[in-house]
């Protein structure tokens, strides 16, 4: 789950992350109060959840609080484009005000999963300010790297060793090792995926402080976390794969015309590839799962259908739990009940297949029947044109 | 002969009496798999499906000589019951469960390198030996006994790519799920190994997806150790950066991670890699020239 920055910063915190005097606005009369009480000279930050939001125009720094109410007036309600919104952007609905500091060095910091040594490993450079990924493909050398070890978390040596090799000075060092171990300890306690401090700075006066925070948490260990519900942003997210996900359907909305319906996470992106291949666009990533009933069969339906570029829906199930007469039985219950607007070509293979080919043959229905998924893709590419 | 599990195999079921354990315990038990009980805290001293039920895998591993395990516990309690099979002495253990999350995992990989057990998954459809031992949740009927090893990170992909083996009369060796999960404990390249050492598997297919470099690691160790024909196939290569697609361990972040990659390093490993995922079982027979 991806979080705000300012949500980000509340919780790192907390962990002793020192952080900007700062306050979320949700109306340009907020964004004016708060202002007001940091004392006009502020930066308007809008919050939604992509980086690239400077750029884009989301970012202003203001010195009085008449330029702060021009500010969130023009970047409230905007649609924000930045090179991770993809080019409609994302509608800003919340902003951030936070002091403004007098910056001496924009630096790094971060924390991701090595999943070959299945350890978190802790990074930090010089080059704070700019994508990482452009630092790590330039200079590969300026990004420093910690494992931090299961258990003990990162050590006092390991973070002091950081803060000097990315030219902290050594009157600052130890604020910024202890910034570096909270960070650390937030990462672990909080079930983070992801956290970056892009960029953490360096203050004139010799404090630091992280300007930015981008939290992921990992969706699996919710469970430990209910705190964190309120948290998730809707408004964030495509409203169908809210929907689908109410169902516990995995659906990820795409650009294309072709919907699909899959069973298993590997088959589904297979099921897109070779749609592409086929000379198709998918419009869509939907896994059922393995186990999925008629009611989950009927929803996902539902939930495809009810994309206005779809042109066509490609079903392919492996039945391996999930047996083919139940899922024809699904498709056919949901088209009696939904109707059916566009074709739609159904490849079925696995347990009880010739129960399911014959529910769907007696259906009265006209489903493109298809042998194979090579057959399904090029039918269903033929269909949509 | 095979990799891992064989009819030797004395398997153990961990969440033995819920609906997911019996459901497949029942179907490992009809495929002929030796099921020797299971395990669910609480309910020790029952009789299931005909197998003794314990309170702990240690007391199970001690009245039925089990060797393998296989865990249908839900994702909160699932990195303790691997941990539990593990100190138990099992010394094959498949967690099926999908949904741990990570922080647990990177506890059980510390806890599991002082002990001598090795760990399929999680987030896996399990492994099997066609015709002797079915471990996990894979639908049996489609597996044919035969010299192709299968690895895979995903389930129906597998079925998939054995579906067509088998509809061109080509068997399997052992078929080995190892999961979707940024933390797994069995990697692309451990099962290549293990394969690779097997006489009875003559060609291997190798089945990754995007997220990780797991696929160029193994590709790596191809390139030098292995003379076997590798047929390979990356799910995922229309997937967009930054997006989870439905396994947690799949996705593009960072630039890393990218189905091209994958498939270039494994085409420089000398790895015939499938454009398309329906061409998989017609290359291997090409390959071996049947």
């Known amino acids: 789950m991806k979080i705000h920055e300012y949500q980000g910063k509340a919780i790192l915190a907390r962990y002793g992350v020192p952080v900007p005097k700062g306050k979320v606005a949700f109306t340009v009369e907020e964004a004016e109060a708060a202002a007001k009480e940091l004392g006009g000279f502020v930066v308007v930050k809008a919050q939604i959840h992509a980086g690239g939001r400077g750029k884009g125009g989301g970012v202003k720094v203001v010195k009085t609080v008449e330029d702060a109410v021009t500010a969130a007036r023009n970047i409230l309600g905007m649609q924000l484009v930045t090179h991770q919104t993809g080019p409609l952007g994302q509608k800003v609905g919340r902003l951030l005000v936070e002091e403004a500091l007098p910056i001496e060095k924009e630096l790094y910091l971060g924390i991701t999963l090595d999943r070959a040594s299945g350890k978190n490993v802790f990074m930090a450079s010089s080059e704070g300010g700019m994508e990482i990924e452009e630092v790590a493909h330039h200079s590969p050398e300026k990004i420093l790297k910690e494992v931090i070890e299961p258990g003990i978390g990162l050590s006092g040596y390991q973070a002091r060793k950081l803060a000097f090799g990315i030219g902290i000075p050594a009157g600052s060092v130890n604020a910024a090792a202890k910034a570096m171990i909270a960070l650390s300890k937030a990462y672990d306690e909080i079930d983070c995926s992801l956290a970056e401090i892009n960029p953490f700075i360096l203050l004139k006066d010799g404090r630091v402080m992280a300007l930015d925070a981008k939290i992921n948490i990992d969706d699996n260990a919710m469970f430990r976390h209910p705190e964190f519900a309120d948290l998730r942003d809707l408004a964030e997210e495509d409203p169908l794969e809210v929907e689908a996900s109410k169902f516990s359907l995995n659906y990820i909305k795409l650009d294309g015309n072709i919907a699909c319906m899959v069973n298993g996470a590997g088959l589904a992106m297979a099921t897109m590839d070779i749609v592409k291949y086929a000379g198709g666009e998918p419009a869509n990533f939907l896994d059922v799962g393995g186990g999925a009933n008629e009611e989950q069969i009927k929803n996902a339906f539902r939930i495809l259908l009810s994309d206005t570029a779809v042109k066509a829906v490609f079903i392919n199930i492996f039945g391996g739990i999930l047996r083919c007469d139940i899922l024809a039985t699904g498709v056919v219950n949901a088209a009696r009940e939904l109707g059916i607007s566009v074709p739609i070509v159904i490849r079925m293979e696995g347990t009880n297949v010739a129960e399911g080919k014959k529910i769907l043959a007696e259906s009265g229905f006209n489903f493109g029947v298809a042998d194979g998924m090579k057959d399904g893709a090029e039918q269903v590419v033929r269909a949509a044109q | ?290």
């Open chain 2, 1 to 290: 002969m095979s990799v891992l599990v064989n009819k030797n195999t004395r398997l153990l079921v961990q969440g033995y009496t819920g609906a997911q354990g019996t459901f497949h315990a029942t179907q490992s038990i009809n495929y002929g798999t030796t099921v020797v009980g299971g395990v669910t805290p609480g309910k020790g001293g029952n009789t299931h499906l005909d197998r003794p039920v314990f309170n702990t895998v240690a007391d199970c591993v001690k009245e039925t000589g089990a060797n393998a395990s296989v865990i249908f516990v839900p994702p909160p309690f699932a990195a303790d019951s691997i941990m539990e099979a593990a100190d138990a002495g099992v010394e094959l253990i498949v967690c099926i469960t999908e949904g741990i999350p990570v922080r647990d995992m990177i506890a059980v990989k510390q806890f599991l390198k002082e002990r001598n057990v090795r760990l399929i998954g999680p987030n896996c459809p399990g492994i099997i030996t066609p015709n002797e031992c079915r471990i996990g949740i894979m639908p049996g009927h489609i597996f044919k006994p035969g010299n192709i090893g299968v690895v895979s990170r995903s389930g129906t992909l597998t079925y998939e790519a054995v579906g067509q083996l088998s509809a061109l009369g080509i068997g399997q060796s052992t078929c080995i799920g190892i999961g979707g999960d940024p933390i797994i404990g069995t990697t692309h390249l451990d099962a290549i190994q293990l394969l690779n050492a097997d006489p009875d598997t003559h060609a291997i297919i190798m089945v990754g997806e995007i997220g990780g470099n797991n696929e160029e690691i193994a590709a790596a160790w191809i390139k030098e150790n292995v003379t076997k024909p590798v047929i390979g196939f990356i799910a995922g290569q229309t997937a967009p950066e930054g997006r989870r697609m439905g396994h947690a361990g799949a996705i593009v972040a960072g630039g890393s991670g990218k189905a091209e990659d994958k498939m270039a390093a494994m085409e420089a490993a000398g790895i015939t890699v499938c454009a398309s995922p329906a061409e998989i079982g017609q290359k291997v027979k090409e390959r071996l020239g049947l």
